[in-house]
DNA sequence: CTGAGATCCTGGGGGC
DNA sequence: TGCCCCCAGGATCTCA
């Protein structure tokens, strides 16, 4: 059994990727269940109807969605938005389900792979081909995980930017896989007030940046993800990148690096995490 | 194209 | 204790 909770930002979903890897690579979907239909996007019958008899061929990860690669060509995409988890197990005939699981693929092996959203903000997607899938894909920017994801590349999305820099960097497209918690953890790591325009930023904090973004991530996925409430990985161990949240659900505690009491302000309809006198 | 705001959905916290 | 109200939160869609 394996149980996947999470708030999934990049490193969450590339956790679950490559746990996915191991654990389901080569299973073929006999039938799909769902008593949720808006959550699939093209319609479920046509999904349903597309996804029965392929075989998972492969796993991977554009920005926060997880890509499925199936036999005949087709690519299902999935994006767990907040609250949506993966549970893989053995089918237990008469097994009560949970209220809140509504996707159902079952496979030939026996298992099941069970999709369960609490708020139904998830998401289901079936594309024809790989080409179609990166149209699905297109308004997404560079994957800040990826090689292209350069100081350059950085540098331009900063410039001509009006958007204060906490909200730029969760903007998806312009820089795809950050979410509120890594973004409030790099600003930290930088030194930047998340208050600050992103054209503002002089090449030494881009540079800060840039560094801290990649740092952040790879350590968190080397963790395995952050443990917000009850993250679990496909082993069902806790992410273990919750001990090292520096600001992000820190507020009135203090920082521990000069003491200051943590603020927290919304930016962007979003809570924002930040240390007034370490981030200028 | 950019940025702001509404929207989806439900558990849970606050107020009484 | 229980009920009602309302908010959080990622990404998409719409609008200016």
Known sequence: VIDIKSMPELPEVETIARDLRKKIKGEVITSFWSDWKKGIRGGYVDFARGVKGRKILDIGRFGKNLMLWLS???VMLVHLRMTGKLILRRAMPG??????????FYFRSGKILEFSDVRKFGSLEL???????QGSLKNLGTDVLSDGFTLEKFDDI??????????LLMDQRKMAGLGNIYASEILFRAGI????????????????????????????????????SDYR???????????VLAVYGRAGKSCSHCGTIISREVIGQRGTFFCKSCQK
């Open 127 to 133: 594309r024809r081909s790989q080409a179609s899938a």
């Open 95 to 104: 097994a009560k389900r949970d209220k809140h699981v509504h996707h159902i």
């Open 72 to 74: 005949g060509g087709r």
């Open 193 to 228: 007030s998340p208050l600050r325009k992103a054209h503002s930023l002089t090449r030494s904090e881009r540079k800060k940046t840039h560094q801290a973004i990649k740092d952040i991530l790879k350590k968190a996925v080397e963790m395995r993800g952050t443990s917000i």
């Open 233 to 243: 990985d496909a082993s069902g161990r806790r992410g273990a990148f919750q001990r």
């Open 158 to 167: 900063l410039n001509g930017s009006k958007a204060k820099i906490k909200q």
